[in-house]
C-alpha cells in the first residue's frame, strides 16, 4: 500500500463520489429542509414551519399511556423488528456453525453457501407472491391439514397476516444474517475450540463462551442490515399484509401518494432518526471498531 | 481430522436441508404452477399442463404494459451494471493510496446500503421536483419556448431512475473490490513496472486479469440487484414502470396463473445472468489452477 496520496486516486474515486453526491447526499438534505415546508394540495411552499411534526405526533404525549397512531404503528414495527432479529440470528447463526465447523470439504462449503445466497439474486416480489398458493385460503397447507383432520376448516391467519408478514421477512433477510457471521466464524482459530475442550468446556460452553463472542462482528454487521430492512420497510408488510398492516414506511408512501410530501418527508427524518438510534444503541452493544 | 460425525452433525444437516427447502420451496412452487391447464387456478391441484399462462402473458394482462416494463428493466439493469463495475473498479483502486476524503466517501457508501430505501426513494423523488420546479422558472424568467412546449420533468428510468439504483449497487461493489484488494499482492504490479510497462499497461495486463472473478460478482450484483429493485425504484421512476414495480401493482389485481407466468420468466432471466457468471468465474479460475503461474517450478 502506498500512503502518498495521487492525482490518481481522485479522479478514481469522482464517479462513485459524485453519484452518491447527487442521488443520496443531497436528497438526504433535501428530504430535512423540504420537512419544514408548508404544502397544500397541490404545491408545497418553501417556508420554515414545525407543524409537519407537530402533526405526527398531535395528542400522542397527551394521550399516554395509551398509543396514538403514529407510537402504535412505531411499536409494531419495533415488534417486527424484534421477531424478525431474533429468528433470523438464529437461524443465521445455525447456518453459519453448519457451513463452517461442520461442513468439512472447502468446495462443499462455497457450494452450500451459493446455495444460500443465490435467493438473494432473485426477485424479491415473486419470492412473496410464491407463498399464496401455499398459505392461501385452499393452500396447499390448508389443504394438508384438512385432509389431515387436524383443522376443520381453512385457517385464516396463514396469509395476510402478521404470521404471513413475519415469514416474509424471515425468508427475505435470513441471508443478511448468514453471509456476515460466516464471514466472522471462518476467521476463528480452530485451535482455540481445541484448547476451550481440552480445559474441560462443554459444548454449549464453547458455544457460548468462545464462539458467539468470537462472531460478534458479524453478529452485529447482520443485525444492522436486518433492523434497518425491517424498520424502513413496506414492500413486505403490503404485499404479505395484504395492505392491512401499517408501517412507518407504508406510511411515507401513503403520504408521498397524496401529494403531502413535507409531511412525508417529516416522518421520513423520524424514521432516519430511529434507525440511526437503534445502530447506535447496537454498536454500543458491541464495540465494532475493537472486535474489527 | 477424519473423526466420526457427531449428531450435532445430522441434526445441523437435517436443519439446513429444511432450510433449504424453505428458501427454494416456495419458489419452485409457482415454478410449477405458472404451467397450470387454462382451467387451472392460483394454487394446486392441477388442472392439465400447459403454455396458456405465458401465451397470455405476451398478449399482455389488462392494461398493465409488461412489455415495456420488461424492456425497462432489461435496459436500466444493464446500464447500472456496467456504471456499477467501472465506478466499482475506479473507487477499489483509489482507494488503495490513501486520499483526502476516503473515510468519509466510505462511511457515505455504507449509509447508502443501510438508510430505509423509502427515505432515499422519497429524497430523490423530492430533488427532482424542486429541480423541475428550478427548470420551469428558468424557462419562464428568460422565456424559453423549448422548455414551456416541451419541458414536463427531469424524472425518468434514466435519470432519478439509474441514479436510485446506484445508491444500491454502489456499496455492494466497493464492498467487494475492498475484498479483492485487501488480499492483492502488490508485488505483481512492481513487477510489471520494472519489466517497463505504463500505468494502463499494468493495469490492463496485470491487475485486470487478477481482479477478474471480483469484476464478474460486482456485474452479478449490478445487474440482479437493479433488476428486481423496487423500495428505491417506487418513488424516483417517475411515469416510467419497471418490472418488479408492475409486478406488485399486479398482486392486487391478477388472480390468475398469468402472474406466476411473469414470476417464472424473471426468475429464469434472474438464474440466468447468475448461471453464467457463475460458470465463468469457476472456468476461469479451473483454467488459471491449470495453465496457473510456474514460479517455483524451475522453468
Known sequence: MNDTPTKASYWQAAPMAVIFALFFVVPLVVIVVVSFWSYNQYSITPAFILSNYTDIFHGCFAQLPGLCTTFATYLQTLIFCAEVWALTLVIGFAIAY????????????????????????????????????????????????????????PLEWLLYSHFSVLLAFVHLNTVFMIVPILNSMARIDRSLIEAAHDSGASGWQTLWNVLVPLSKPGIAIGSIFVITIVMGDYITIGIMGGQQIASVGKVIQVQTNFLQFPLAAANAVVLLACVLGLIWALTRLVDIRKEL | MHEKRTASFYLLAAFFALFVLFLYGPTITILILSFQGPQGGLTFPMRGLSLHWFAQLFRGIGVVDIGSAFWNSLRLGIIVMILTVVASVMAGLAFRRNFRGATLLFYTAIASLIVPSIVVSLGIALEFRIADGGVKAIGDAFQVEWIWDHFTTLMGLFTSGLGAHLTWTFPFGLLIMFAVFNRFNPAYEEAARDLGASPWQTFRHVVLPIIGPAIAGVALFGFTLSWDEIARSSQAMGSDNTLPITLRALTTTVTTPAIYALGTVTTAISLTVIGTVLTVVTVVQRRRRRHGSDAGKGV
Not at chain 1, 470439504?105 to 401455499?134: E, G, K
Not at chain 1, 398459505?135 to 389431515?148: A, K, P
Open chain 1, 98 to 153: 453448519f457451513l463452517v465447523f461442520e461442513v468439512r470439504s472447502q468446495t462443499m462449503q462455497i457450494v452450500l453457501a451459493l446455495v444460500c445466497t443465490i435467493p438473494f439474486w432473485t426477485s424479491n416480489v415473486i419470492r412473496m407472491i410464491s407463498w399464496i398458493p401455499l398459505l392461501g385460503r385452499n393452500g396447499l397447507v390448508n389443504q394438508m391439514l384438512l385432509s389431515l383432520g387436524i383443522v376443520h376448516k
